[in-house]
């Protein structure tokens, strides 16, 4: 009788606390609701597919879906995939810096740094499908840039070798959220530089550089590094955009993960749960660094 | 002659406006060429026209409003209750919370396709408004990791522990706190929590294509594929979403931090 009345919780204002064991279950009936879904609809979908990389079609324990990942038709696109997030997220990392340090340091005027600001929210949220058909409305075969180049310019980029649907077409289209990110994400840290640091190293007779490469900078490497790793994950795991933007001509891990759910292309489920588990592991990794690096950039943002 | 920062400050700003007005311009500029030899809004006619695309967007607006009601009655409680009464908790539950800009989403719907299939336990997709009650629970795991951190920064604000007990010595039930004590005061940041997850459902892609649901997202990449000048015209239609339910989130914050300084 007293369990269930320690199991509803809107009795418990009125009647009398039984004995100290009910009251401390009672506690986590209120994080239950929430603790089954993610355990139904977020962990044990992962672990189930983490769990399928490792065993064959009648449940034993291997270790060869993993090894299926190093056959070159696997390997290449992984290693596409990190290339095209190392390089979108570094290019993402420094170019995101040099525009927030313009309009929060630059002297620009405020109201540019909340247009920015204001403006990165949109950006970083406007990518999949969407952002892949403004690119293609302007460097795609018909699109702006590219007529404009040819009319008025004389300039085919089509006969520079350009191609959107290219590593380097790519690398523009994440850009424009990845940049946005960083700009979100940095623009903070920059903050909290404090004007001391800057006062204290010009009367020491610093100039704007020796400032930047001696004092900021080592200050910001930390949300620096960890920022580059959360962008590299943020592009790593990107589906819709590739896919809006290339068809699946182009052969990047998701869009080999895509074609492998909807078909079984490589004809070996196996070998998908092992792709999704190498994505797992490289996102995860990212992320870890991401979490541990932001922990230290925090002590100088107090 | 060295220049001074301010220079280099405006170039750098310059280049980043080049780069981040043009593909809109382009887009805008590419979805008025539907008719030949004059711009004109045919292919937005023809977009906002078209009955696939009432039919999917409908769907994907129907699915972010079930999604950010679930995702609000689900985490709302959850931050209230860890916040009162299970502090130590709480690095576990915002790990949880973390874990969707982990794990590639693509990842997680082939977890739910092989968890739910028709032989399963939990058969979901076996039916059509299985797949759909899987689809929005998928999608309000990815809404995760914003309407958590929505709801806890609003929780941050107001002194619940004082308010419950009050509540209490009144007599109100936990139903009663929760409903007429804890959601009004942390509306302002559920709502600028559920903006952004409209923003990400009503434009996902991975989760519907996999699922196999009419959603806008599918639709959208259907339409670049065998169209030309509607698909620049639904990027422009996405772009105004995406903007409006940013522009919201800011006119609710701002309108919250004058009620707190008025009061």
């Known amino acids: ?302 | 002659m060295m220049k001074s920062p301010k220079f280099w400050s405006w170039i750098a700003f310059g280049g980043g406006l080049f780069y981040f007005f043009v593909p809109l311009i382009g887009m805008f500029e590419f979805s008025l060429r539907a008719k030949r030899g004059e711009y004109s809004f045919l292919a937005y006619q023809n977009v906002l026209g078209d009955p696939q695309f009432q039919q999917t967007f409908f769907f994907s607006f129907v699915m972010a409003m079930f999604t950010i009601v679930w995702g609000v009655l689900l985490v709302t409680p959850t931050a209230f209750w860890v916040r009162l009464k299970l502090p130590q908790l709480r690095p576990v539950i915002e790990f949880i919370t973390l874990l969707p800009l982990v794990i590639p989403p693509i990842v997680i719907v082939f977890g739910y396709i092989r968890m739910y299939n028709t032989s399963s336990f939990l058969p979901l997709t076996g039916s059509a408004m299985g797949t759909n009650i899987l689809l929005m629970f998928g999608y309000s795991v990815l809404a995760l990791p914003y309407l958590y951190r929505a709801v806890d920064t609003g929780l941050r604000t107001i002194d619940i522990v004082t308010l419950t007990e009050a509540a209490q010595s009144l007599g109100a039930g936990w139903i009663t706190i929760m409903f007429r004590l804890i959601l009004p005061n942390v509306l302002v940041a559920v709502l600028s929590g559920a903006f952004l997850t409209f923003a990400i459902v009503i434009g996902e892609y991975v989760f519907a294509a996999l699922l196999n649901r009419p959603a806008f997202g599918p639709y959208m990449v259907w339409m670049g594929s065998n169209k030309a000048y509607e698909p620049a015209a639904l990027a422009v239609i996405a772009f105004a979403i995406t903007w409006a339910c940013m522009g919201l989130i800011q006119l609710f914050t701002r309108l919250s931090k004058h009620e707190r300084a008025k009061a």
Do not use: H
Not at chain 1, 189 to 194: F, I, Q, V
Not at chain 1, 239 to 249: D, K, N, P, W
């Open chain 1, 1 to 302: 009788m007293t369990d269930a009345a320690a199991i509803r919780p809107q009795d418990r204002a009125t009647t009398p606390r039984p004995r100290r064991l009910p009251q401390g279950l009672l506690k986590w009936v209120g994080v239950a609701p929430f603790l089954i879904f993610a355990a139904l609809f977020l962990i044990l979908p992962t672990l189930n597919i983490v769990v399928g990389a490792f065993q064959t079609p009648d449940g034993g324990f291997t270790l060869a879906n993993i090894a299926g990942l190093f056959r070159p038709e696997i390997a290449r696109p992984f290693w596409i995939s990190i290339q095209l997030s190392f390089v979108t997220a570094t290019l993402g990392c420094l170019i995101g810096i040099i525009l927030a340090a313009a309009v929060t340091r630059g002297g620009l005027p405020k109201g540019l740094r909340d247009g920015m600001l204001t403006f990165s929210g949109v950006a970083s949220n406007f990518a999949g499908v969407p952002l892949a058909f403004a690119f293609i409305a302007t460097l795609g075969r018909l699109g702006l840039v590219t007529v404009i180049a040819k009319e008025v310019f004389g300039v085919s980029l089509m006969g520079l070798g350009f191609n959107l649907i290219s590593f380097l077409g790519l690398t523009l289209t994440y850009l424009y959220f990845q940049i946005p990110l960083m700009i979100l994400i940095i623009t903070p840290a920059l903050d909290g530089l404090k004007r001391e640091w800057r006062e204290a190293a010009e009367s020491l007779g610093a100039t704007g550089s020796q400032y930047w490469r001696m004092v900021a900078l080592p200050i910001l490497w930390p949300s620096l590094l960890g920022t580059l790793a959360l962008l590299f994950a943020n592009s790593f795991g990107a589906v819709a955009t590739a896919m809006a933007l290339t068809g699946s001509s182009l052969s990047i891990v998701p869009i080999i993960l895509f074609a492998q759910i909807r078909g079984d292309v490589l004809q070996d489920p196996y070998l998908g749960y092992a792709i999704a588990f190498g994505m797992i592991v490289i996102t995860g990794i990212a992320n870890v660094i991401y979490i541990v690096l932001r922990t230290r950039a925090e002590r100088w943002l107090k």
